[in-house]
Each structure stands twice: as structure tokens, then as C-alpha cells.
């Protein structure tokens, strides 16, 4: 386990990182987002994929889930190279990832209760009983009180980040894919978002890779950063980004720091 | 879990009453159209049987008593047409019944049409009617019409072209 | 003069790679049709959306074809001194083509274009990927349920047109100009086939309802994740599956065979 005072930048991977990806290219038509990124997250650490806006935060993240394949390179959970598995390998390597998506991606027919049950009633075979014991368990474990009737579209912002964190853990992942997990949300809100996150991490110890442009939360969560820019990463720890000379994160930093709509920078 | 039992009951209503739908055109309307018995077979040969189709009614004295089962070509060699007609088994027909294949109406379906005969002996399954009479075909008719409007020679013998060059209009 | 050549190489090739989507795609409906889970409780919701809901509207306007086709039947038919027969031309025509069709067309614009609205949705607000990522088929648990829903909705559906017509003609023609009904019942009765007329008309509101069920879902599933890409979705899928309803009718009507 690399201690977390390493900085990789570029160069060979090294250590147990669970989640890889190696020298990955992608473009969408004539767009190319990626050229030869390559980054690790390490194990039971909150890693932060922090960029500007369009750099294709979220599309890395969708490469991790398997939710996008890559047109040359690799993506590698644990031991598992994902990106050219057969759909229903794919499935399989899921099972231990859970994500969490910027709306909440909560299905809009069914009840909330209805939802977080979901991947308890398609992958195992406990009973009704135990399966609404464990659904209480998450509600409670996120914050979410007497919500099991109401519909995702009666909830608010935070209520639904919340529902769909307590979906993504409720088949106990290794690995929490967080896409912007503090978009659309009051500084009081994002608050208590950021506690619930780092608890879940402390608690569990689930690594957990999260999408953010908000630099504030960014600080006080990370315990690494993975920098997008130009089609490939700078990674480091959050001491390490902030001194950085690099004159794109500099500018990036500045422009949070001193700009009217983002919130505290420290 | 039942979301709804209210859905439930409407769905199962609505599955029933396309079922019900559905079993109403296909027996009332569709093959229940001989819906009594039959299982005496009985064969015809007729020179011409115009519109006759399979499934027309075979009736005596106005009253469906059975079905015709299939038409085809009669294998004796004779190029006459040979109608296999199923008939209600409990029916006792003498052998020199006639069989006639009529109109209903004017432009109506066509149907058999059985006259029974007073012979002693009884038609058995599979048994031959002997008497048969053809069907109308309207355009020999008018034929026939013009014919004897126009010549007044050959009466009724469809067969020969009119010989009406010189004869007039 | 390249360009073009270029343009039309593309679009005919586009054009292939997209009917060899939609057939993949309507394979893996079948297959999951088929197979299980058989999720009878979702099937179960889709047919309330798809059946129950167009209930309404497919009585109502067989009734009205129906009192139509009377009318106009009786007019026609009264002639010829034929008005014996209003019953049989009622019924055959319902039968034999406007109660798949029209049914069809009905359905079309009523359910299949909320079906592909709905899937269309679920792609623009990332459910259909919140699903991928628990591990879980969207088309085995979205789209299946609902393409087999307007699958089996379609003859049902049919046959409840076929009946409300017949009944609107037996309005018209007894209660309004005066046929008997014992006439009108015989006619339908004695001029009704079920192998060419009963037969043939199940075979085609099915095929329809396949032809609905696949294109509705194919084009919500493959929309484009935006307010726009679901419209184009929506719009698209009544188009395609009306015309398809049709092209299939006359393949279906010359392949069957009329009559006798």
C-alpha cells in the first residue's frame, strides 16, 4: 500500500491501487477527451477527480463503472480488467462497485423504499422481512426519515443524493463512484453531504472516487486528488496540488478561490 | 408486493373481456357456422358448382342439416366436379335424392339444396347421390337469353355458338 | 459530387448498422421474453398502462367505425336490394382490416408513444445506467415488460374493437334503418370464416403489437439523453410503427389470402 505522502504523477503503477486505469485513450467522434491517461486510486482512500468543467470528470468515472469502454487501454478493478468484458462478465465485476449518480438516477415509478430494495430483491433471495430491515438500516445510516412511500420526484436535492447513496450501499460495495455528488446543493447541505461521505469512508473504509468541481469540499475531504487536464491527470495529495507549480492547476486554484460563486476555500 | 390491488382487478378484467372478445369471433362467428351435428358423408357430382364453397350450407326444405367439406375434381376422369358434403347422421335419406346447388336471393351465397326421393333404400356413409343438377352460371343464362331472343333456333344447348350470322337482332 | 456519393455511402450504411440495432435488439426481447425472471408483477403494471388505459379509446372509436361502416354500408348495399347482407359487410370489414389496423394505429399514438417517452426519459436522467450499474439488464427489467405488454395488449385490444364495431353497425342498422336483427346476426355469422377471416385477423393485430412493441421501445432506448432526443424519440416511434402497421397489413393481406 503506497503511503499516502506519494505523489505519482506519470511513470509505471506501482503498489496495490484498486482501481487503475492505464494509458487510456477515448474521443467521442471528432472529440478527443482522453490521450494516454493513466491514474490509480488507492484502497479505502476518498480520491477526488477534480477539473474544470467539459475536462471529462464524469467520463472517467463512467469508465471505471464499465459504463463507457475506452477505444485503446485499460481499466483495471482489483485484479479484473473491465473494459473489454462481455456484457455479462461486466455485470459481475459490478457487483462490487456502487454509484452514485448526479440526479440520484432514482427510478421515477417506484417509491423510494422501492428503490433502495432494488438491488436487494434482483441479487439476493432474502425475505421481505430482512430485506425492509436492511433498507431502515440505510435510511438511517444516510439520514433519511419516513420516506418509503414518497416518490424520488417528491424529494428534495439532498434528500435524493441521500436515497441514492443509501442504494448504492446497500449491497456493500468496495468501491462508491460519487458523480458530483454537491451539485445543486445550499453550503448547508453540502455540509452535511461531505459528513455523511467521509463517514461512510471512516466506517467502512470503502474507496470511494468522487467527481467535484467545488474546491472547499475538495480540500477537507481528500485524501487524494487526480487533476484533469488536457487529456490526462496530475495526481496528488491535496498539500501536494495546492503547492503545486503547475501553471493550469495554479490557474484553477486561483480562479476558485477568488470567484463569486464558489463558496469557502478553506 | 401488489402496488395496487385496484390494477390488478382491471387488468384481470381486461384480459377476460379480450379472451371473451376474441372467443366470440372465433366460435360464435367464425367456425360455429354449422354448429350441428354431422358425421354422415355424402358424394355428388355435378357439372358446374358456379360460387359453391367449402363450408356452404347443405339444407332440405330450407333448414341447414350440413356443410360442405371440400370440392374438387371427380377422379373418375369425367372433368365433372365432385362434392363431398357432411351431413347430419341421424338423417334418413333414400338413394334417389336429388341434389341441386341454388342461389339464395339473387346475388346471394350459393348452398346445396337436397331433395329427398322415395326410394326404400337408404344413403349410407360415403354414399353417392345419382340425381345432381348444376349450378346457374348467370352469364350462360343471358346466353341463352339473347339466344333465343335473337335466333330461336337451339334452345337451351349452351354448348353451341350461336349460329346467328345471318339471323338477325 | 464526392461529397454526395460520400453523404449517400454514409446514410446507407448508417441505415444498415441501425436495422441490424433494432434487430439485436428485438432478439434480446424475445430472448428475454422468454427466459426468466419472468418479473410478472411489472408485466402485469405495463399491461394496466398499455390495455386498460386505451380501454376507452379503442371501444369508443370501434363504435363509431362501426355506426359509420353501417351507414355507409347500408347505403351502398340498399341498391342492390342487398341490405340482408349490412351484417356481413360490417363484419368483414371490421374483421378482416380496420380492427387490426385501425386498433393498431390507435394504440400506436396512445401507448406506444408513451412507452418510448417514458424509456426515452429514463435514458435522459441516467436511470437505465443507475440500473447497468447494479447490476441490473435495462432491457430485461424496463423494456421487456412494456414491449410485451403492447405485444399481448394488441389482439385483445383488437378484438374489443371488432365487437364494439359490430355492435355500433347493429345500432345503426336496427335501431336506425330499420333491419332486423335476426338478419343482420345471420349474416355476420354465416359470412364469417375462421380460418381466412378470424384467424387471419388475430395474426395480424399480434404482428402488429410485435411491430409496436419493439419499434416503441427500440426508439425510446436509443434516444438521445436530452428534452430534445426524447421529442425525436416520441414522434419517431409514431411514425415508424404506423407506416410499418401498414406495410405490414398489405404483406400480411396478399401473403393470407382473401376469401375462399
Known amino acids: 500500500m503506497t503511503p499516502a505522502g506519494e505523489s505519482r504523477a506519470e511513470g509505471p503503477p506501482l503498489g496495490h491501487a484498486h482501481v487503475e486505469v492505464v494509458s487510456v485513450r477515448l474521443a467521442f467522434g471528432e472529440r478527443r477527451v482522453f490521450d494516454g491517461l493513466s491514474c490509480r486510486f488507492s484502497p479505502a482512500k476518498v480520491s477526488v477527480i477534480l477539473g474544470a468543467s467539459g475536462v471529462g470528470k464524469s467520463t472517467l468515472l463512467r469508465l471505471i463503472g464499465g459504463l463507457l469502454r475506452p477505444d485503446y487501454g485499460d481499466v483495471w478493478i482489483g485484479e479484473q480488467e473491465i473494459s473489454r468484458l462481455p456484457e455479462r462478465q461486466l455485470q459481475r465485476a459490478r457487483r462490487r462497485l456502487g454509484m452514485m449518480f448526479q440526479g440520484g438516477a432514482l427510478l421515477d415509478s417506484m417509491t423510494v423504499f422501492d428503490n433502495v430494495a432494488l438491488p436487494l430483491r434482483e441479487h439476493t433471495k432474502l425475505r421481505e422481512r430482512e430485506i425492509a430491515d436492511r433498507v431502515h438500516a440505510q435510511f438511517e445510516a444516510v439520514g433519511l426519515k419516513r420516506v418509503d412511500a414518497l416518490l424520488p420526484g417528491q424529494l428534495s436535492g439532498g434528500m435524493k443524493k441521500r436515497a441514492a447513496l443509501a442504494r448504492a450501499m446497500i449491497t456493500d460495495p468496495e468501491i462508491l463512484l460519487i458523480d458530483e455528488p454537491f451539485s445543486g446543493l445550499d453550503p448547508l447541505a453540502v455540509r452535511l453531504i461531505e459528513a455523511l461521505l467521509v463517514g461512510v469512508n471512516r466506517t467502512k473504509g470503502l474507496t470511494m472516487i468522487l467527481t467535484n468541481h467545488h474546491i472547499g469540499s475538495t480540500i477537507r475531504m481528500a485524501d487524494e486528488v487526480v487533476f484533469l487536464v488536457d487529456g490526462a491527470s496530475i495526481h496528488g495529495t491535496v498539500k501536494e496540488i495546492r503547492e503545486s507549480i503547475d501553471p493550469r492547476i495554479q490557474r484553477f486554484l486561483e480562479a476558485a478561490g477568488t470567484g463569486p460563486t464558489l463558496e469557502e476555500a478553506s | 408486493m401488489s402496488r395496487s390491488p385496484i390494477r390488478d382487478l382491471l387488468v384481470g378484467v381486461f384480459v377476460l373481456s379480450g379472451l371473451a372478445a376474441l372467443a366470440y369471433l372465433s366460435i360464435q362467428l367464425g367456425a360455429a357456422t354449422y354448429s350441428g351435428p354431422g358425421g354422415l358423408t355424402l358424394y355428388a357430382n355435378f357439372d358446374e358448382v358456379g360460387g359453391l364453397a367449402k363450408r356452404s350450407p347443405v339444407v332440405i326444405g330450407g333448414v341447414r342439416v350440413g356443410q360442405v367439406r371440400s370440392i374438387g375434381l371427380a377422379p373418375d376422369g369425367s372433368f365433372r366436379a365432385r362434392v363431398t358434403m357432411d351431413v347430419d347422421k341421424s338423417l334418413k335419406l333414400p338413394d334417389d335424392t336429388q341434389a341441386a346447388i341454388l342461389t339464395q336471393g339473387v346475388l346471394g351465397n350459393q348452398y346445396v339444396g337436397l331433395s329427398p326421393g322415395g326410394s326404400d333404400t337408404l344413403l349410407k356413409d360415403g354414399g353417392e347421390i345419382a340425381y345432381t343438377q348444376s349450378a346457374v352460371v348467370i352469364e350462360r343464362l343471358i346466353g341463352k337469353v339473347i339466344q333465343s331472343l335473337g335466333g330461336g333456333s337451339s334452345g337451351g344447348d349452351t354448348a353451341k355458338p350461336p349460329a346467328a350470322g345471318g339471323k338477325g337482332s | ?260
Do not use: H
Not at chain 3, 436511470?127 to 403492447?150: C, E, N, S, W, Y
Not at chain 3, 347493429?170 to 355469422?189: C, K
Not at chain 3, 421501445?217 to 432526443?229: E, L, Q
Open chain 3, 1 to 260: 459530387m464526392l461529397d454526395f456519393v460520400r453523404t449517400v455511402g454514409w446514410r446507407s450504411v448508417d441505415n444498415v448498422y441501425g436495422l441490424g440495432g433494432i434487430a439485436s435488439f428485438g432478439s434480446r426481447l424475445v430472448f428475454e421474453t422468454l427466459a426468466p425472471p419472468y418479473r410478472l408483477r411489472r408485466v402485469i403494471d405495463e399491461i394496466y398502462n398499455t390495455g386498460v388505459l386505451s380501454l376507452a379509446i379503442v371501444c369508443a372509436s370501434g363504435t363509431a367505425v362501426g355506426l359509420v361502416l353501417g351507414l355507409q354500408g347500408y347505403n351502398t348495399l340498399v341498391r342492390f336490394g342487398a341490405e340482408r347482407s349490412m351484417g356481413a359487410v360490417v363484419g368483414l370489414s371490421l374483421v378482416r382490416e380496420l380492427g387490426p389496423v385501425l386498433t393498431a394505429l390507435l394504440v400506436t399514438g396512445r401507448a406506444g408513444s408513451a412507452v418510448a417517452a417514458e424509456i426515452g426519459a429514463m435514458v435522459a436522467t441516467e436511470q437505465l445506467d443507475g440500473l447497468r450499474m447494479m447490476a441490473v439488464d435495462p432491457i430485461d427489467f424496463v423494456t421487456q415488460p412494456k414491449a410485451f405488454a403492447l405485444f399481448a395488449s394488441m389482439p385483445l385490444l383488437s378484438a374489443l374493437f371488432i365487437v364494439s364495431g359490430l355492435f355500433g353497425g347493429y345500432l345503426v342498422g336496427v335501431g336506425l334503418l330499420g333491419i332486423d336483427g335476426g338478419t343482420y346476426v345471420s349474416s355476420l355469422e354465416n359470412n364469417i370464416d375462421f380460418r381466412n377471416d378470424v384467424l387471419g385477423s388475430i395474426l395480424k393485430s399480434a404482428v402488429f403489437g410485435a411491430l409496436v412493441g419493439l419499434i416503441a421501445t427500440w426508439r425510446g432506448y436509443t434516444a438521445a439523453p436530452n428534452s430534445a432526443g426524447v421529442s425525436r424519440a416520441t414522434t419517431g416511434a409514431v411514425v415508424q410503427a404506423s407506416v410499418a402497421t401498414l406495410m405490414f397489413d398489405y404483406a400480411i393481406t396478399a401473403l393470407w389470402g382473401v376469401g375462399v
